[in-house]
T-cell receptor, first 113, second 108 residues
Framework: DTEVTQTPKHLVMGMTNKKSLKCEQHMGHRAMYWYKQKAKKPPELMFVYSYEKLSINESVPSRFSPECPNSSLLNLHLHALQPEDSALYLC????????????FGSGTRLTVV | SQQGEEDPQALSIQEGENATMNCSYKTSINNLQWYRQNSGRGLVHLILIRSNEREKHSGRLRVTLDTSKKSSSLLITASRAADTASYFCATGDDKIIFGKGTRLHILP
């Protein structure tokens, strides 16, 4: 299995809702990442997990809460989001940081209404 | 903050022609990567070039790196319609940061 699987592919949520994005990989990669991408912009790093521990938080608002339950799973819990949080959320993994390329999932397109 | 800046921002060429995209970065690097993104979906890793390498090939892709000028180029030879996508360079150690990207459109 050489893929990163993200679910759901599309999500519409209200500003008072709580939802979660899920990311799964079975390549044995020990680094996992969340990126946010707005239209016609590059992906922006949100969080880095290394060996299931949060190693980098790019000053992301607390309404985004990451979780790494095990080495194969990465979740992003969403609560009280704003319409400007609407974006494509991308998960990626890599075996050992940046010395090799990242494997990206196809993303979750989130719309906050 | 973004490390890389791609040039041009957008490029349209005829199918069969070669496409060249450039990336400039600001600080010293250990490696530089190029990614492709189709239609706003997931990114695909194309190639990684290390700081001690000057050129690398993968199929129709050729990447060069000039650390003295802090720049890299991606050449796609004999372009195809399927090459229509956005291309990003990326640099970093504990994390990779993407440049603004080049939107490539291959005309039939």
């Amino acid at each position: 299995d050489t893929e990163v699987t993200q679910t759901p592919k599309h999500l519409v949520m209200g500003m008072t809702n709580k939802k979660s994005l899920k990311c799964e990989q079975h390549m044995g990669h020990r680094a996992m990442y969340w990126y946010k991408q707005k239209a016609k912009k590059p992906p922006e790093l949100m969080f880095v997990y290394s060996y299931e521990k949060l190693s980098i938080n790019e000053s992301v608002p607390s309404r985004f809460s990451p979780e790494c339950p095990n080495s194969s799973l990465l979740n992003l819990h969403l609560h009280a989001l704003q319409p400007e949080d609407s974006a494509l959320y991308l998960c990626a993994s890599s075996p050992q940081g940046t010395r090799v390329g990242y494997t990206f999932g196809s993303g979750t397109r989130l719309t906050v209404v | 903050s973004q490390q890389g800046e791609e040039d041009p921002q957008a490029l349209s060429i005829q199918e069969g022609e070669n496409a060249t995209m450039n990336c400039s970065y600001k600080t010293s690097i250990n490696n530089l990567q190029w990614y492709r993104q189709n239609s706003g979906r997931g990114l695909v890793h194309l190639i990684l070039i290390r700081s001690n390498e000057r050129e690398k090939h993968s199929g129709r892709l050729r990447v060069t790196l000039d650390t003295s000028k802090k720049s890299s180029s991606l050449l796609i030879t004999a372009s195809r319609a399927a090459d229509t996508a956005s291309y990003f360079c990326a640099t970093g150690d504990d994390k990779i940061i993407f440049g603004k990207g080049t939107r490539l459109h291959i005309l039939p």
